[in-house]
């Protein structure tokens, strides 16, 4: 199941979303949602990464095969961590195809934050941190068995962003940054 469900599954040529015929979204950010990127933001973006389920069918959207053998498209939700001139480093939310984190050892677990909708009383947090709250009114669908992979940051570029699709609480974003950095000296 996709995340981002007002982004699909991009083929290899639409990681560049040079391609009219692509999944991909036609449009990128404007100067002016470049100007509103900060931590806490929440994009939609492409994201490729060496295939970890190799089950996945040669002819699928979500495979590519390149020199260094299969990778995993898609168009992924991430959390800006930190933004730069040209391109920004962002955390990817994951619900693990809906199954979350509930099967997962306590040290794996520790690499991820909870994220809810603001006013969710019935989320449930896997996590050991505050879970990052959305804020209201944001137009894109969040899963309950999703969770920011604080650990797993990834660069994207501001240039191939698809589309800004809402925000974390200030709170939120703050609490990303400070989770973030208190997990860096734990790195062996």
């Known amino acids: 199941m996709s995340l981002c469900s007002n982004c699909s599954t991009p083929s290899l040529t639409s990681l560049t979303l040079a391609t009219a015929n692509s999944k991909a979204p036609s449009k990128t950010l404007n100067r002016y949602e470049i100007a509103e990127l ?23 959207e979500a495979r590519t095969e390149s020199t260094i053998g299969p990778v ?46 603001e006013g969710n009383r019935t989320y449930i947090n896997d996590t050991p941190y505050r879970s990052l709250i959305v804020r209201r009114g944001e137009k894109f669908k969040l899963l309950d068995s999703s969770v920011v992979h604080v650990m797993a940051p990834v660069v994207a570029t501001t240039k191939a962003t698809a589309s800004l699709v809402g925000r974390v609480t200030r709170e939120s974003a703050a609490d990303l940054v400070a989770v973030f950095k208190d997990m860096l000296p734990r790195i062996y």
């Open 38 to 60: 900060g931590p806490g933001s929440i994009i939609c973006t492409p994201h490729f990464a060496p295939l970890g389920d190799h089950s996945i069918s040669v002819t699928s």
């Open 72 to 117: 995993s498209t898609k168009m992924r939700y991430m959390v800006v961590l930190a933004i730069f001139p040209e391109h920004m480093i962002a955390c990817p939310l994951t619900s693990h195809s809906g199954r979350g984190l509930a099967n997962k050892s306590r040290e794996v677990r520790e690499e991820f934050m909870g994220i809810r909708a």
